[in-house]
């Protein structure tokens, strides 16, 4: 199920506080300032930085 738009409305990414980018391919939220993703997990986003993966 993808995000709602009023959701990514308001998440920033906590490293930079930049607009993110929801890629339903790889399930996750993407930061192309950091160039790093948040994954979604059972339709949360876990927005912590070390759970980020570097793309």
Do not use: F, H, R
Not at 6 to 21: F, H, N, S, Y
Not at 26 to 51: A, F, Q, R
Request: hydrophobic letters at 40%; glycine letters at 4%; a negative charge.
């Amino acid at each position: 199920m993808p995000l709602s738009k009023e959701l990514l409305d308001i998440l920033a990414c906590p490293q930079c506080k930049g607009d993110m980018v929801y890629k339903e391919t790889e399930n996750g939220l993407v930061c192309n300032t950091c160039k790093l993703m948040y994954p979604v997990k059972d339709d949360i986003p876990v927005m912590l930085i070390d759970e980020a993966l570097p793309l």
